[in-house]
Nanobody
């Protein structure tokens, strides 16, 4: 399975973006899918995840501003990001896990700046 992240770009503080992660195959069998991000000079950090049953988790830093979702028919994972802050600037990576296998997308850059 290949994951292709897209939707990044430059946005002003307070703005919104929606990131997409398109899978090359069905996503229904994944136990969990989610997003991580890595800011310049920092370690990769958890952003959000959604389990097969629909339960979602968010990092405290994005709770209330980001919403993760998925569309089985489109084989795509999303994260809607609102009220963006400069601290949200990072490369965002999507991932999916099934059994012992883990898959990662190539990352999409989000820059929040005026």
């Amino acid at each position: 399975v290949q994951l292709q992240a897209s939707g990044g770009g430059l946005v002003q503080p307070g703005g919104s973006l929606r990131l997409s992660c398109a899978a090359s195959g069905t996503i229904a069998s994944f136990k969990v899918m989610g997003w991580y991000r890595q800011a310049p000079g920092q370690e990769r950090e958890f952003v959000a995840r959604i389990y097969g049953g629909g339960t979602t988790n968010y990092a405290d830093s994005v709770k209330g501003r980001f919403t993760i979702s998925r569309d089985y028919a489109k084989k795509t994972l999303y994260v809607q990001m609102n009220s963006l802050k400069p601290d949200d600037t990072a490369v965002y990576y999507c991932y999916a896990a099934r059994g012992l296998a883990e898959y990662w997308g190539q990352g999409t850059l989000v820059t929040v700046s005026s």
